[in-house]
């Protein structure tokens, strides 16, 4: 399928590897030019070597932290006239709920909520100015069932549902798009570091902590950053104009909800 977006230039937060880094590939395969995020400098140089050698889009590189004013100045600075914007960043800790103090939400919701709502507040203004934009947001498959061992990611993300909500239906009359996906488990390093949580709990070893876990995915394995990536590319397509404000679950069937 042609997406239609070919030329287009798209800024993906936190995308030198994992869901980012496939949301990235997958628009750069159907020819949109990209401005890279992520915190590492080395990592994210790598990334942009590999689409560019790949797909030969254009791709410009902004090492900073995205969570922080400084880092979104940083690349909004860097970014020129954007048409799509997918939001990202690595989730919280996991913990009990009595670990966290206010610090520990404040810096959650900085990350996770703040700073997705921020880079909107950027960059749509053109995106109606132009009648034409797409925005994703990576949340997590914990907004439509709550993991009670990531309260922080709960909170903070669940925050930004609310607010893309409402907001969505505010731009779409001016061309502009805004859906949340909501990712499982995928084959991540956040997958890895979770079940190396487990590993230390249980005192199992890394296989079965992820045999136990793919054994909970109707589909009986973890989602592939690829596959995420395609996903993302198609509610950025034009294909995707009339869908507004939703929240896709991409988790094999692991959330058991009728809607």
């Known amino acids: 399928m042609d997406l239609g977006i070919s030329g287009k230039r798209a800024l993906v937060c936190a995308s030198s590897k994992g869901l980012g880094r496939g949301c990235a590939e ?13 915190r590492g400098a080395e990592a994210l140089e790598e990334t ?11 791709v410009v ?33 996991p913990g009990m ?16 909520m703040l700073a997705p709502i921020a880079m909107m507040k950027a960059l749509m203004p053109a995106m109606m100015e132009r009648g034409w934009g797409r925005v994703v947001n990576i949340t997590s ?3 439509k069932a709550p993991i009670a061992q990531l309260g922080l990611s709960n909170s903070a993300r669940t925050g930004l549902t609310g607010y893309v909500a409402g907001t969505a239906r505010q731009v779409a ?15 991540t390093d956040r997958a890895v570091a979770l079940d190396g949580g487990v590993v230390k709990a249980k005192g199992i070893s890394m296989d079965e ?24 590319a198609f509610l950025c397509s034009v294909h995707a104009g009339f869908i507004v404000g939703q929240n896709l679950l991409l988790d094999g069937g692991a959330t058991n909800a009728t809607i």
Do not use: M
């Not at 004013?69 to 860097?78: P, R, S």
């Open 97 to 112: 709920w009595s670990d966290w103090d206010r610090e520990d939400f404040i810096k959650a919701l900085d990350a996770n």
């Open 209 to 232: 902590a992820r045999a136990a876990r793919a054994a909970t995915i109707p589909a009986g394995r973890y989602g592939t950053p690829a596959e995420f990536g395609q996903a993302c």
């Open 26 to 38: 997958a628009l750069a395969e159907a020819g949109v030019n990209l401005v890279l995020n992520a």
């Open 141 to 143: 498959q914990s907004v």
């Open 48 to 58: 942009a070597t590999a689409i560019r050698d790949a797909y030969g889009v254009d």
């Open 173 to 187: 009359s001016k061309g502009v798009t805004i859906n949340n996906l909501l990712p499982g488990i995928h084959d």
């Open 61 to 93: 590189t902004v090492a900073a932290d995205i969570s922080t004013a400084e880092g979104q100045a940083k690349v909004l600075d860097a970014a020129g006239q954007i048409d799509i914007l997918v939001n990202n960043a690595g989730g919280p800790p």
